[in-house]
């Protein structure tokens, strides 16, 4: 499949800042920085602005790299293509009985930054500037631009037994001879386009399943309860 770059239509001042990191959030950035330089991600950039970073933790623990990208994203020409609604896409599932739930994993590295706008994805580190290759997280057309890719990949499969909700997949069916035949074209589909699973967050063949903050089976849509828990210790 042939995917468009992104594009920005931008312009940045020159004026940037470093933001201060623990010994932790160093080694994670040097880390994050080698592995990404070798996988072609990032380059080393001469542009003469860049945005900070800084890290946050990921419910296992772990540190997560996020460029600030506030500034290019006020200067960014919009992309307006339609992310769909979650209300419309969760009551496709009604009179279904057997789902599947598909986690995209690092599939916004398939699209690439336009040639000539990589400058403007730059990033300051005390260990240098590098700039980003393909489409980062944190960008404002990111999610735009990403579901518009997957409702191409699955153009005919959409609203028949899938729905895609940016890196979210779920195949629903109404038996499991079915399903097995969903699931399969599904898996097929994404080793096409070379997009992969994320296989500890994927459920397969359940008749009970976890979807944009639903609990989605045969007897229709629940909250998912450890949502509707967190919410009202906050409102507490």
């Known amino acids: 499949m042939d995917i468009p770059p992104l594009s920005f239509h931008a312009s940045l001042e020159e004026k940037c800042v470093i933001y201060s990191l623990s ?4 080694e994670t950035l040097r ?7 070798e996988k072609g991600f990032i380059r080393p ?3 003469s602005t860049g945005a900070p970073v800084l890290f946050v933790k990921k419910k296992d623990g772990g540190l997560c790299l996020c460029v600030d990208y506030r500034k290019l994203n006020a200067v960014t020409r ?9 209300n419309q896409l969760l009551t496709i599932f009604n009179r279904f009985t057997i789902f599947s739930k598909i986690d995209l994993h690092g599939a916004y590295n398939l699209l690439r930054i336009q040639e ?5 994805t730059a990033f300051r580190t005390k260990y240098g500037s590098y700039e ?4 980062p997280f944190g960008l ?4 735009a631009s990403f579901q518009n890719l997957v409702n191409d990949i699955f153009s005919d499969f959409l609203d028949i037994f899938v729905v895609v909700y940016l890196d979210d997949i779920m195949v629903f069916s109404g038996s499991e001879e079915e399903h097995v035949k969903h699931v399969a074209s599904v898996l097929q589909r994404l080793r096409d386009n070379n997009l992969f699973a994320k ?5 397969l063949h359940s008749s009970r399943v976890e979807y944009l903050g639903y609990v989605v089976s045969s007897d229709g849509l629940k909250m998912d309860s450890s949502k509707v828990q967190k919410s009202s210790i906050g409102l507490s």
């Open 45 to 47: 950039s001469s542009s």
């Open 23 to 26: 010994n932790q959030d160093s």
């Open 31 to 37: 880390a994050y920085i080698s592995e990404n330089v």
């Open 132 to 135: 980003y290759l393909v489409m």
């Open 78 to 86: 919009n992309n307006r293509y339609p992310v769909p609604p979650m």
């Open 140 to 143: 404002t057309n990111a999610p």
């Open 116 to 120: 000539g706008d990589e400058h403007l």
């Open 199 to 203: 296989a500890s967050k994927c459920v």
